[in-house]
């Protein structure tokens, strides 16, 4: 299975960005079946996660520092998961990376995501 994220970028403190992960080879009907979500790693820190959904899209987790901010969704039908990112903070610059859970929920954890994408790059000045 390949992970195509994109949507990254820079943009000013403030601002909002939309970033999309597309899977694609011989697998990628049990994307819809499993658990997707975000991860990111800033400069000099570790990878965290930073929202998840469950294979039904109507379950949702967001870690603390994003939450009322930023917003996951997922098309089955397209094997494609989203992540609307507004009123960004400097503090969100990181490498932005899409993940497939073992499960059908979202995972928090990174021992239990099964795919990762390629990640992609949100710079936010001040």
């Known amino acids: 299975v390949q992970l195509q994220a994109s949507g990254g970028g820079s943009v000013q403190a403030g601002g909002s960005l939309k970033l999309s992960c597309a899977a694609s080879?011989?697998?990628?009907?049990?994307?819809?079946?499993?658990?997707l979500g975000w991860f990111r790693r800033a400069p000099g820190k570790e990878r965290e996660f930073v929202a998840g959904?469950?294979?039904?899209?109507?379950?949702?987790g967001y870690a603390d520092s994003v939450k009322g901010r930023f917003a996951i969704s997922r098309d089955n039908a397209k094997n494609t998961v989203y992540l609307q990112m507004d009123s960004l903070k400097p503090e969100d610059t990181a490498v932005y990376y899409c993940a497939v859970s073992r499960s059908s929920v979202y995972t928090t954890r990174l021992e239990n995501v099964n795919y990762w994408g390629q990640g992609t790059q949100v710079t936010v000045s001040s």
């Open positions: 959904i469950s294979w039904r899209g109507g379950d949702t």
């Open positions: 080879g011989r697998f990628t009907r049990i994307i819809s079946n499993n658990g």
